[in-house]
């Protein structure tokens, strides 16, 4: 599986991407940190302990790295959230966490798939 195509499964925009990063070399290194990133273990860490503070923060950094490496699927979803938790506990946000983890985990098969 290509880069391209690795974006295109996960609901992303390559060339958006390509075009910011400039390198596909940089893309390659920073989707493969993406696996690493504890936003979303800290981000259903904090919905089990109904801390909107964190659930928020988690969310928030989820939004900018999604944003920032193109993956828009994960992006839109993300950013819907963050935004009922920035004002406090949201049982809508913390309801729609299954769609979420569904986005999210779509994003990392993608990635997996790519780096086997």
Same mark, same amino acid.
């Given at each position: 599986?290509?880069? #391209?195509?690795?974006?295109?499964?996960?609901?992303?925009? *390559?060339?958006?991407?390509?075009?910011?990063? !400039?390198? #596909?070399?940089?893309?390659? &290194?920073?989707?493969?940190?993406?696996?690493?990133?504890?936003?979303?273990?800290?981000? #259903?860490?904090?919905?089990?302990? &109904?801390?909107?503070?964190?659930?928020?923060?988690?969310?928030? =950094?989820? &939004?900018? $790295?999604?944003?920032?490496?193109?993956? @828009?699927?994960?992006? #839109?979803? $993300?950013? @819907?959230?963050?935004?009922?938790? !920035?004002?406090?506990?949201?049982?809508?946000?913390? @309801?729609?966490?299954?769609?979420? !983890?569904?986005? *999210?985990? =779509? =994003?990392?098969?993608?990635?997996? @798939? *790519?780096? !086997?």
């Amino acid at each position: 599986m290509t880069l #391209e195509e690795c974006y295109a499964r996960m609901g992303g925009n *390559y060339m958006d991407v390509k075009q910011r990063l !400039r390198s #596909e070399k940089l893309i390659d &290194k920073f989707v493969r940190k993406f696996l690493d990133d504890p936003s979303f273990v800290q981000y #259903e860490a904090a919905l089990q302990a &109904k801390d909107d503070r964190s659930a928020f923060m988690a969310l928030h =950094t989820l &939004k900018g $790295v999604s944003q920032n490496l193109g993956m @828009e699927s994960l992006y #839109e979803a $993300v950013k @819907e959230d963050c935004e009922l938790f !920035r004002s406090g506990w949201s049982d809508e946000a913390a @309801e729609n966490a299954d769609a979420l !983890r569904a986005v *999210y985990d =779509t =994003t990392c098969q993608a990635i997996r @798939e *790519y780096i !086997r």
